[in-house]
């Protein structure tokens, strides 16, 4: 039905190319019973066939998705594993392909011939709009932006181990929470009183825990956006499955924050002034020729971060489907290399927010990075005791942007609309 199910690839002269095959009558569904195994021998025998599904991608020959069912025996849950490549799927098209099934099992249940929602625009249309948009004007208007005097002069990452080998091979997790007050509060309460979102307070946090050990007031971290921005006309892209995600730098600076409050609109300001929401960055980086090789002479992050939302929304939505326990396997091939020093991811899960802290243990200790992370969770939960204060609050330009108004201008009418009230 989704048609980047149905992507293949094959490598040629100019790079790799995509494209779409007919419709297969079938998609092999694997079955494993494992019924008969002692319970405790139950997970490690999942993923271990998780693992073999895992590395049986072939991205010329076959679908970019195994399908496998495990039987656990009659007094557990069965487990369904779908693995599909990063290349033909994003987070929203999870949430997508399980409301799609859990309407086909329904229908099926009901006796009724599977009917699933239509399809909007479909992946090739918005690649072919995508490459006429990389060839407009205002596109390149915004090299300054992305090329700047301070995104020039940012420091590296300290190492543990300066000759250390950034691969796969030595990748190791460290993870963090917080407990569901607090992330209760870090949802509801804080972005109410500076009119944050959720990630402007994680980035401020991060920023913070970073300068804490570099003494650097500034950070270079590569984010993550949906990449389904309304830029094109006739384009839908609500119900189509498909990998839009976008990666963007973005300079955090802490400056001139002397105060929580401070720093919160600081970081606030500094992603809302973002082109577009990092949507053209991906763009001039590497569909145009005549900008791609002056990005890639910049300074490149070394950290990634990526919120990626509230995973027990995405599930309340399918009542036929809990998350299992077990690994879905190794996803990447040891022999790989890693793109970043530390990759950090955060979602909530079970009403905490969970932040998984990814390094090579071949480059940085253990405890440098769980120090990195224990100061994002002591920096989080500081910025949510300003923000139950009766003292925190306030506005940025970005709150009143046809204004074109400074923050120290805002903050002086602001005051006197307080003095004025008061009287």
Not at 107 to 132: N, V
Not at 323 to 350: K, M, Q
Request: glycine fraction near 6%.
């Amino acid at each position: 039905h989704h048609d980047a199910l149905r992507l293949h690839f094959r490598p040629t002269s100019d790079g790799w190319e995509c494209f779409n095959t007919d419709i297969e009558p079938e998609i092999l569904l694997t079955q494993f019973d494992f019924s008969e195994l002692p319970q405790e021998q139950q997970k490690a025998a999942l993923e271990a066939q998780a693992t073999e599904l895992q590395a049986s991608f072939n991205l010329s020959n076959g679908y970019l998705i195994q399908v496998a069912l495990f039987n656990f025996g009659s007094q557990q849950n069965s487990r369904l594993l779908i693995i599909i490549h990063h290349l033909a799927v994003d987070g929203i098209s999870w949430r997508i392909l399980l409301s799609d099934l859990q309407t086909a099992i329904k229908q099926i249940q009901q006796g009724k011939t599977i009917e699933l929602p239509a399809k909007t625009t479909s992946f090739k249309y918005w690649s072919e709009r995508l490459q006429e948009y990389a060839q407009t004007k205002t596109l390149h208007s915004q090299l300054d932006y992305w090329c700047s005097q301070s995104r020039k002069q940012v420091s590296s990452l300290p190492l543990d181990y300066p000759k250390g080998v950034n691969s796969l091979a030595y990748t190791q997790t460290i993870t963090v929470s917080l407990n569901e007050t607090d992330t209760k509060a870090l949802l509801q309460e804080v972005p109410a009183k500076y009119h944050t979102q959720v990630n402007d307070v994680l980035l401020t946090a991060l920023a913070k825990s970073f300068a804490d050990l570099t003494g650097e007031k500034t950070l270079l971290v590569n984010l993550e956006g949906h990449g389904r921005e309304d830029i094109f006309s006739n384009v839908d892209l609500s119900h189509t499955v498909g990998w839009f995600t976008t990666v963007f730098p973005v300079l955090l600076d802490l400056e001139n924050s002397a105060t929580v409050g401070d720093a919160l609109k600081g970081i606030k300001e500094q992603i809302r002034t973002i082109p577009n929401r990092g949507f053209d960055y991906g763009v001039l980086r590497y569909l145009c020729s005549d900008t791609g090789e002056t990005l890639a002479a910049m300074p490149q992050a070394e950290v990634c971060f990526n919120y990626l939302g509230q995973f027990d929304q995405v599930l309340q939505q399918s009542s036929l489907f809990t998350l299992a326990p077990e690994s879905c396997g190794v996803t990447r091939s040891p022999l790989g290399s890693r793109r970043y020093l530390l990759e950090i991811n955060g979602f909530v899960i079970s009403g905490n927010l969970q932040v998984d802290w990814t390094y090579s243990r071949a480059i940085h200790k253990e405890e440098t990075v769980l120090k990195i992370a224990e100061n994002f969770v002591q920096a989080l939960r500081e910025i949510i005791s300003h923000c139950q204060s009766i003292d925190a609050g306030g506005y940025t330009p970005a709150d009143f942007a046809k204004a074109r108004v400074s923050q120290k201008d805002l903050d002086f009418l602001l005051a006197k609309i307080n003095r004025e009230s008061e009287k």
